[in-house]
């Protein structure tokens, strides 16, 4: 990541900020995608699941199985499940193996075998060789959202590279939901780069869906050093004065009487008068933002720049740099 820093000699609520820099997370286009839940029915911290084990997953229509018996290496064959759940094995025919896990399909094999009398004791081994519809869904703030095929030992950040990687408005966590376990969610945190990121690079399975959180993100635009978004890091909260210092402060030429606020409401875009010069003298309040405001400073200098209206301001707010606070 490229380091900014923050001058404090221009403006004096510089010093509202704490850290030294901010870093810029990706230059791209603040497109809306939808936001992730902020949690499922039940949320259990990655920490909670020291105990138990997955269970097994189960065989479904189209999947790939590799059958093989013990000592009988004619047997062996490679067979697809067909859509009503069956596969057909050489000497004994239809078996129907849909919503079985691999153990059950092998002991289903095994009585078949012996109760046709084909063989005493047989060994019957399946290997699940290709999962045809469980892959792994990823969605939220992804790059691609979908569903990956991924097969064998896969871990969070294999699904998520699958997927594009995170979007610059990407939250710090993830939402795991297991198929076996439809109504309890693993919350695991998402530090790329912390050295504890790798203990929450959980495993993941086929049917597993995996939904990458939104965080909020505050826009600056008009007649400010450094335009762009600021990414509200989950909890964190940022006032007007704080987004105007992320952007570097205000030109000399701009219009602090005249800046504006966009809020997104129900009913529409809302247009907030927002005098910045009596918010930076102490007497007006230093608002509080929420997630997807815009902070609009026209330019003194320019009356139309003042007079426009509040979609040509959240039309500026596309194609702006997303930034990250550390």
Request: glycine share 10%; net charge positive; charged share 20%.
């Amino acid at each position: 990541m490229k380091s900014k820093s923050i001058s404090l000699a221009s403006l004096a609520f510089f010093a509202l900020l704490s850290a030294d820099g901010f870093a810029q997370d990706r230059v791209g286009s603040p497109e809306v995608r939808a936001g992730a839940p902020a949690s499922g029915p039940l949320t259990t911290p990655v920490a909670a699941r020291s105990t138990g084990s997955p269970q097994d997953l189960l065989i479904g229509a189209g999947d790939l199985l590799e059958v093989s018996l013990y000592g009988v290496p004619d047997f062996k064959t490679d067979v697809r499940v067909n859509s009503s759940g069956e596969i057909s094995l050489p000497m004994l025919g239809a078996a129907a193996v849909s919503g079985l896990s691999v153990e059950q399909a092998e002991t289903l094999i095994e009585r078949k075998l012996s109760q046709k009398g084909l063989f005493n004791n047989p060994h019957v081994t399946v290997f699940e060789k290709e999962y045809a519809t469980q892959g792994i869904s990823v969605l939220g703030e992804v790059q691609k959202p979908g569903i990956y095929p991924l097969l064998g030992s896969r871990r969070l950040y294999d699904a998520i590279s699958a997927a594009g990687g995170t979007t610059p408005k990407a939250g710090r966590y993830v939402l795991i939901t297991r198929r076996n376990d439809p109504q309890r969610s693993v919350r695991a945190p998402l530090l790329t780069g912390a050295p504890e990121s790798m203990e929450n690079n959980v495993p993941v399975k086929p049917g597993d869906t995996i939904v990458v959180s939104k965080a909020g993100v505050v826009y600056v635009v008009g007649d400010v050093r450094q335009p762009g978004g600021f990414v509200m890091e989950n909890g964190n909260d940022i006032t007007v004065l704080k987004a105007i210092a992320l952007a570097q402060g205000t030109n000399p030429n701009a219009g602090l009487s005249a800046a504006r606020l966009i809020r997104n409401t129900p009913e529409g875009p809302k247009d907030v008068p927002l005098s910045l010069k009596k918010i930076l003298t102490a007497k007006a309040p230093d608002l509080q933002l929420q997630p997807d405001d815009i902070v609009f400073v026209p330019s003194s200098a320019g009356k139309g720049a003042a007079k426009r209206g509040a979609e040509a301001i959240l039309q500026m707010a596309t194609g702006v740099a997303i930034w990250r606070i550390p």
